[in-house]
Each structure stands twice: as C-alpha cells, then as structure tokens.
C-alpha cells in the first residue's frame, strides 16, 4: 500500500529560499504539485532556483523579500497573491546566526540575529495570517479556507547551544510564536506548527564538518553525522498536507535523537 500526498492547486510561500533547507523546502512542494513562491533578497539565486523547478515540471515565481523591512514583506505577500494566487501554504523559513560568546555580543550582533529569526518571522506569519483569517471569515476570495503555517526554528531552539545563545533565544521565541498563533487562529482551520530541524549540511556550514572543531561536534552527535536538508522531507510534507488538519500547535524536531 502506498501513499501520496498531493498538494495539486495549493500556493506555497517559501521564505529564506535562495539556499539551503529553504530551497529544498520549495523543490519538494513543488515536486508535490504546489504552486511555489520563491521569496529572499538574493533574487538572482530564486531566479536560478526557478528554473530548477520548471524544468522538472513545477511551478514557481520569484519576489524580493527582506524579513527586516515591514514594509518589503507587505509587498512581497500581496505580489506573491497577485501572481500566483492566494497563499495557502507559508514555510517560514528565513534565518541568520552569528557564533560568539554572550559576553561578546554587540547590540547590533543582538539586533541582526533577532530582526530576523523572531521579529521577521512574526510579521511574516501575520501578514499571511491575515490574509488567511480573511478568507475563513468570507471577507477575502479563495477556494482553500484555513491554511498551514510551518514556522522554521531549531533544536537550539529547545536545547540551548555553546556560542550560539542569541540564536537560541530567537529560535525559543519561534517556537512559542508557534503554540500562540495556533491557539488564536485554530478556530479559522489554520495549523500552525513549529519544525525543530538538528545539525543539517548545507552551503553555509558545510565547510565546518571538514575541521577540528567539527570533527569534535560530530563526535558528540547521537549517530556521529549530520543531516541533509531532503532529510526534512517528511516531516515538512506531512505538515503541510491537505490531511494534516489535526495536527496544530506542534514542535517536530528532526535532530537524529541529538535533543533527547
């Protein structure tokens, strides 16, 4: 027996997609028959992933998207349901990370991590929130009423990590973003759910496994390896489906045990 999960007609936001988990994020949406926008401010980077897309037989478009600026994630949204229709699906997925000490950290370290990882996630979730709350209650058009929110935060968001504490304080805040927006906006058929992702190779960190203080990280990990972003596949998939409708308020970590 076999079982598939089909996002046919459905428009997926993905954030942060230019590299990375956010990339893979969008491939598998699109592989699963979703409709996916393509938002992050290295637009040329979308562009290329767009193509990727297309040309295995998906559907994707590009906007310009800076977490930061309230005023570029209005635009964003609003161009993202103009051109491919209203937003059912939204991967919140942007974030940044500095490593250093606490005592080490400047305000404007404090300030780089936060403005994006909590504050620009929050008005990301609402600004789509809203547009889905709208369609719930009738006031706004859209064959799809609820809709699913996956908020991207960490394991470090669970379990506080060496010199990366300010990533951990803004992970932790995503996570009760999560349990908060699920409890007030449930009753419109929005699931709203938290993915705790552990140690994941990719583009930014990938040079790191090859060190000394790599090779020492891997040896405190569970199974002694880390993940790769398609790793996150199912859990991302099963968040995001059509018969996920019970599943609301949820923090799913997929860390290889490292949390336990």
Known sequence: MSYTIDLSGRVALVTGASSGLGAQFARTLAR??????LAARRVERLKALRAEIEADGGDAHVVALDVTDSDSIKSAVAHAET?????????????VSTTQKLVDVAPEDYDFVMNTNTRGAFFVAQEVGKRMIARSRGAAPGAFVGGRIVNVASVAGLRVLSQIGVYAMSKAAVVHMTRAMALEWGRFGINVNALCPGYIDTEINHHHWQTEAGAKL??????????????????????????SHFVNGAVITA?????V
């Open 83 to 95: 051109e491919m229709g209203t937003i059912d699906i939204l991967v919140n997925n942007s974030g």
């Open 255 to 259: 860390d290889d045990g490292y949390a």
């Open 218 to 243: 891997l040896a405190t990990l569970p199974r002694k390896r880390v993940g790769r972003p398609q790793d996150l596949d199912a859990v991302l998939m099963m968040l995001c489906a059509n018969e």
């Open 32 to 37: 699963a028959g979703a409709g996916v926008v």
